[in-house]
């Protein structure tokens, strides 16, 4: 290669490693596929994207989206068995993506028993006393809320994850009645 060549991949290629000319041109790709985030700590990886193109090609295949219509039916049959453990109805939301549930301790617990209540649990349930009893009880692991824009003691159940009879777990395992 031209010493311009080599001078512009030392520079491009250099943060990962002292000698850019042992790098070899997969982990380029990767690199390449990840300089979104500095090279290491996210974007998708060469295999990963193969892995979607796939998907893509799979998904163009399926003209009559039977494949979707199935997984979206699976996704909802798990939030609806989470909720039916709650005894709440669902919120139909059209601009949800149905991937994940955000349980928000505040609106079941109004929702359940009232004003008075959500604000007593509010008060007294924090955000890390919801997810441990969750976790303690099912050995299912949620994430806050917060990345959901909410403040208040929540957890975030992705519903692509576990099987319906989990969620139903995460559903029970919720307090009620002030447990």
Request: hydrophobic share 40%.
């Given at each position: 290669?031209?010493?311009a ?14 000698d ?6 997969i982990d ?11 090279n290491?700590?996210?974007g ?19 003209e009559?989206?039977v494949y979707?219509?199935t ?5 909802r ?10 005894s709440i109805?669902?919120?139909d939301?059209?601009?949800?993506v149905?991937?994940?549930t955000l ?11 009232g004003?008075d209540f959500a ?9 890390n ?16 809320g ?12 992705s ?5 319906e ?13 002030g447990?």
């Amino acid at each position: 290669m031209p010493k311009a060549t080599k001078a512009a991949l030392d520079r491009r290629y250099g943060s990962l490693l002292p000698d850019v000319s042992s790098l070899k041109f997969i982990d380029r790709l990767v690199a390449d596929s990840r300089t979104v985030a500095l090279n290491h700590t996210a974007g998708l990886s060469t295999p990963q994207q193969v892995q979607m193109v796939l998907f893509s090609l799979f998904a163009l295949m399926d003209e009559n989206d039977v494949y979707k219509s199935t997984l979206k039916k699976v996704i909802r049959n798990r939030e609806s068995a989470l909720y039916r453990e709650l005894s709440i109805a669902v919120t139909d939301n059209p601009n949800s993506v149905d991937y994940y549930t955000l349980l928000d301790l505040e609106d079941i617990s109004l929702k359940l028993y009232g004003a008075d209540f959500a604000k007593w649990v509010k008060e007294k349930f924090s955000t890390n006393e919801l997810l441990f009893r969750i976790a303690d009880e099912t050995g299912i692991v949620l994430l806050p809320g917060r990345g959901f824009g909410t403040q208040q003691p929540a957890g975030r159940a992705s519903l692509a994850n576990l099987n319906e009879f989990e969620y139903a777990a995460i559903g029970r395992s919720l307090p009620r009645d002030g447990r």
